[in-house]
C-alpha cells in the first residue's frame, strides 16, 4: 500500500483528493519515519480541514431536509442562514444572474434561503469531497432546482475556472472560511487564488469572502492578524461591507479595475 493510500485509511480523509494529500506529504517526505510522515501529515490535514470534514453520516432520507444537513456540517452549523443572506446581500448591488461558490460544504443546501433574497440565481459550487457533491446534486435534483449544480474541484488548480465567469452574466463568489486551509497547506496561496479570481472579474461582479475568528467550540479567540492578506485586499479590491456574524469575519469586495 502507497503512503497516500495509508493517509486515507482513516475514515475522514478517505474523499480527500491525492493531489490535497500529496501537497501536505511535501512538506514531511524528508522524514525517516514513515509512521511519523503518516502521523503529521494526518496531524495537518485535520488541523486545516478538521471543520470541513468532521460530518455526520448523510442517510438518504435526509436529503430533502435541508436545515438538518446544513446542522450536519461544522462550516455551516452555526449560521441561520435566513439571518445570513439577509445581511450578507445588504449593499447596494445591481443584481447577479450566478453566485460561483468554491469549497461549499454543504452551502447548496442552503440555496432555498438564497433564493429568497436572490430570487432564482443561477448557483454553481464547488467541493473536493465526492459525498458532499453527490448529496447536494441529488438535492438540487429532488427539489428540481435545475439552475444549479456541484462540481468536484481541486482549488490548487486554476484550470478551467475561466469557463465560470461569463461576460454577459453578473457573478457574485463565494469564498467562505476556505483561504486559511489553502494558506494551510501552501503558504501564502490564498493571495494566488484570490488574484486569480480577480482577473476574471468585471466591475459589477462582487466577492465575498469569510475566514473564522474563533476556534470550532468558540472558546477561543484567533489572534492571526492576516496582515498579508488584508494588504492584498486594500491593494486590489474596494470593500463594500466588512462585518462579524458566527465567528467569521465576512468582507464583500468589488473588484479595482484599470481604466481603459
Do not use: W
Not at 519515519?33 to 471543520?51: A, M, P, Q, V
Not at 487564488?193 to 459589477?204: G, I, T
Not at 492584498?232 to 465567528?247: A, Q, R, V
Amino acid at each position: 500500500m502507497d503512503i497516500i493510500s495509508e493517509i486515507k485509511e482513516k475514515k475522514e480523509f478517505k474523499n480527500l483528493p491525492n493531489e490535497i494529500v500529496e501537497v501536505v506529504l511535501s512538506e514531511f517526505k524528508n522524514l525517516d519515519d514513515e509512521s511519523e510522515i503518516i502521523k503529521r501529515s494526518r496531524e495537518k490535514l485535520r488541523k486545516y480541514f478538521g471543520i470541513f470534514l468532521t460530518n455526520r453520516i448523510v442517510k438518504p432520507r435526509n436529503i430533502l431536509n435541508f436545515d438538518l444537513m446544513l446542522k450536519s456540517h461544522l462550516s455551516s452549523s452555526k449560521r441561520d442562514y435566513n439571518l445570513f443572506y439577509t445581511k450578507l446581500f445588504d449593499f447596494e448591488f445591481k443584481g447577479f444572474d450566478r453566485v460561483l461558490d468554491f469549497g461549499c460544504g454543504v452551502n447548496g443546501f442552503s440555496y432555498p434561503y438564497l433564493q429568497k433574497i436572490l430570487k432564482n440565481i443561477e448557483y454553481i459550487c464547488f467541493d473536493v469531497s465526492i459525498d458532499i457533491i453527490r448529496n447536494t446534486n441529488t438535492f438540487f435534483d429532488k427539489m428540481k432546482l435545475n439552475n444549479c449544480t456541484c462540481f468536484y474541484k481541486n482549488l490548487f488548480d486554476f484550470e478551467g475556472t475561466d469557463y465560470f465567469f461569463k461576460k454577459d452574466k453578473n457573478i457574485c463568489v463565494f469564498c467562505f472560511q476556505i483561504l486559511d486551509a489553502l494558506d494551510g497547506l501552501k503558504k501564502n496561496f490564498s493571495l494566488d487564488f484570490l488574484n486569480h479570481l480577480k482577473s476574471f472579474m468585471k466591475e459589477n461582479d462582487v466577492l465575498i469572502i469569510s475566514y473564522s475568528l474563533e476556534s470550532i467550540s468558540g472558546k477561543n479567540r484567533f489572534r492571526t492578524k492576516r496582515k498579508k492578506l488584508l494588504e492584498f485586499i486594500n491593494s486590489e479590491f474596494e470593500i463594500l461591507k466588512n462585518f462579524n456574524m458566527y465567528g467569521e469575519r465576512f468582507l464583500i469586495l468589488k473588484p479595482k479595475l484599470l481604466k481603459t
